[in-house]
């Protein structure tokens, strides 16, 4: 075991992968001397060369195109979009030919490779470096979305993504790059896409969250224990396909559902979520998400538009009384 | 015609001319197929421009990668796809090359290198090169073929592909058929500057003009500038003039066009070109005759076959989207 962040699990995962397989190999901008935007490519291409961690121009389509082009081709590339926001100048690249080139042509083609693309506030970035889009790419047949929390699990899931024949959407929090947890450097295995994990357990109500905002919520869940609350929660880790039993069954057992995500709550995908389980299971489900507006710059701004963890603790308050 | 190029002998030229021949006989079907309501959506009939794709897919290997777009039969067709069914995926069923599940934009041949025929304009050329860096990376000495419009060199993708497939000296030849129309915009009125092979140019990325409906021009073109990359040389481009003798697709009566262009266009057209080049060498016509009969015939029982075909069972809708996460399938499907 070692201490390591976030950011440097993610390198160590892929450089394990890198080692593993050959047909491995990274596009994008910056990736070479500046080693990626938190270091999570720090020094592989010393290692790996300039045909495997590709320092790009400023083409972002072409960066996604490539990318699915060099999967149809035989190897297995990761398009490194650096900003959940650049990655809108790719979305055609990613929606139209990379998630749907194996369903038109009947199955003669996949497209392993992973579209690497941070989401989410870092701190005083804004509304072009800030945003948490991960909901349009659930909506989209063929792709699979990751959002990792935790160091041990960037590495895991960045392993899994890899190893995945079909596209997968891998989306970092840049608000978590620094954060420290441990990681059993020797063991190689992947952390399985769209499996949740349990954060901490509970009896009176379920949260569902991911990404970043998991740790508010355990936040919350922590202070409400305090006052004999007890609340379940779970990080999904992955969105498409989200763990649906390890959500039913929480549910299940608890009787309540408050999905919380940073994204924007109009259209995030906590609606599909708290629909589902409300289909399912009939019980009182709500959700917590941003307002609709863009990521404000000044810091009161941008406090303003966070889910703290004393309006979680407040609104599962609510819904329990 | 120019064939000082060309290692023109007559069974060469032969065998290409046929496989022009099977590209128009399969592009008169697809029409008719598709005002007889056999075929749906959009067909781009290749039709007067089919000495490219011949010319271009003769000089590749099979294992050499093509990337195609919307107007992609005749590329299919010649980089070695099999017609058959390709008509049976025209007419949506099972036995066609993606089972129906693609259509006529969506025609593909992995086993033939053909990557695919694609609907959104330009977007294969940002694909060729990311193939072309896997051919790289993989230490192959294929090459990818990237045929684009002339309309498509207006968007972002081409001009980010170009300076890309340079920067990284990627094997990649870019053909830019000029039919000097897009749907139903004349490319010139929107095009600032001198146009693509100036464009190419400006990335250092070679350039050639040629008139693309003289079959032995485009040959002799394509041997040599194929071996050029497949030695070495980096990106070219090939642009190829032509005119496409119908409209934009099969229910386009091409109404804005000035009258007559397409009826002079017709003296030009490669077919009747090649066609009079075999005369001038000995062939007879009735060798002709006999030839284009038994090509139509092919073709004529491909439509056949189309037609008898099973329809791809609705359960296939819901297979090949994803292993992760994949759909169910619903219960009326089943
Ligand atoms: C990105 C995109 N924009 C618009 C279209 C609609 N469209 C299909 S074909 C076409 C014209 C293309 O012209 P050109 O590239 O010259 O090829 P041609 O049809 O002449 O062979 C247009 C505008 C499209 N398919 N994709």
């Known amino acids: ?321 | 015609m120019n064939n000082e190029t060309l290692v023109n002998e007559p069974a060469r030229v032969i065998a290409m001319y046929r496989k022009m021949l099977v590209i128009r006989a399969f592009e008169e079907a697809a029409g008719e197929n598709f005002f007889a309501g056999n075929v749906r959506g959009s067909v781009h009939q290749y039709i007067g421009e089919e000495s490219i794709a011949v010319g271009i897919c003769e000089n590749l290997r099979d294992d050499d990668y093509l990337m195609s777009n919307h107007r992609g039969h005749g590329h299919s067709i010649a980089k070695g796809a099999h017609p058959r069914a390709m008509m049976l995926e025209l007419f949506g069923k099972e036995g066609g090359t993606s089972n129906g599940k693609g259509g006529s934009m969506h025609i593909a041949d992995f086993s033939v290198g053909m990557l695919g025929a694609n609907g959104v304009i330009a977007d294969g050329c940002t694909m060729s090169v990311g193939a072309a860096q896997a051919i790289k990376l993989l230490k192959q000495d294929r090459i990818i073929v990237n045929f684009i419009g002339d309309g498509g060199i207006n968007r972002g993708p081409f001009m980010e592909a170009l300076n890309w497939a340079k920067v990284y000296e990627l094997p990649v030849l870019f053909v830019c058929e000029n039919n000097q129309i897009a749907a139903t915009t004349t490319t010139r009125l929107v095009t600032a500057g001198e146009g693509i092979a100036k464009r190419a140019e400006s990335f250092d990325v070679p350039a050639v003009t040629i008139d693309g409906n003289d079959l032995f021009e485009v040959d002799g073109t394509a041997a040599r500038i194929i071996s050029e990359i497949r030695n070495g040389s980096g990106p070219q481009l090939i642009q190829a003039m032509t005119y496409r003798l119908r409209g934009h697709f099969a229910h386009d009566d091409a109404g804005y066009r000035p009258a007559g262009e397409a009826e002079a266009a017709l003296k030009n057209e490669p077919v009747a070109r090649t066609e009079t080049w075999l005369l001038e060498n000995g062939l007879k016509q009735d060798e002709l005759d006999r030839m284009r009969a038994e090509v139509d015939a092919e073709i004529a029982g491909y439509v056949e076959d189309a037609k008898q075909a099973p329809w791809p069972h609705p359960s296939l809708a819901f297979t090949d989207v994803q292993d992760v996460g994949a759909p169910n399938v619903p219960e009326a499907a089943r």
């Open chain 1, 1 to 321: 075991m070692s201490e390591m962040t976030y950011a440097q699990a993610a390198r160590l995962g892929l450089q394990e992968e890198m080692r593993r397989d050959p047909t491995v190999w990274a596009l994008g901008e910056d990736l070479g001397y500046e080693g990626g935007m938190a270091g999570q490519y720090s020094d592989l291409q010393a290692e790996f060369g300039e045909d495997r961690i590709v320092d790009t121009p400023i083409s972002e389509s072409t960066i996604m195109g490539a990318a699915v082009g060099a999967a149809l081709a035989g190897t297995r590339p990761i398009a490194e979009l650096r900003f959940s926001d650049f990655a809108m100048c790719a979305v055609d690249e990613l929606v139209n030919q990379a998630a749907k080139a194996r369903y038109m042509f009947g199955g003669q083609a996949r497209v392993p490779m992973v579209a690497r693309m941070p989401i989410g506030i870092r701190g005083g970035i804004a509304a072009q470096h800030s945003q948490s889009p991960e909901a349009w790419y659930t909506h989209v047949p063929g792709l699979v979305v990751v959002t990792p929390g935790t160091p041990a699990e960037n590495r895991g899931l960045l392993k899994a993504a890899i190893r995945c024949d079909d596209p997968v959407v891998y989306m970092e929090h840049k608000g978590l790059w620094g954060a420290v947890g441990e990681v059993d450097e020797d063991d190689q295995s992947e952390t399985p896409l769209g499996v949740a994990r349990i954060v901490r357990e509970g009896s009176d109500l379920t949260i569902v969250s991911w990404a970043a905002q998991v740790g508010v919520a355990a936040e919350a869940a922590e202070s409400l224990a305090g006052e004999g609350v007890s609340v379940e929660v779970i990080d999904l880790r992955t969105l498409w396909p989200w763990d649906r039993d390890a959500v039913m069954n929480s549910v299940g057992k608890t009787g309540r559902l408050l999905v919380v995500h940073e994204a924007v709550r109009v259209g995030g995908f906590g609606g599909e979520i708290a629909a589902e389980v409300a289909e399912e299971l009939g019980v009182p489900v709500a959700r917590l998400g941003g307002e609709r507006i863009p990521i404000p710059f000044s810091i009161p701004l941008e406090e303003a538009y966070k889910i703290k963890a004393d309006r979680i603790a407040a609104r599962v308050k609510a819904m329990l009384a």
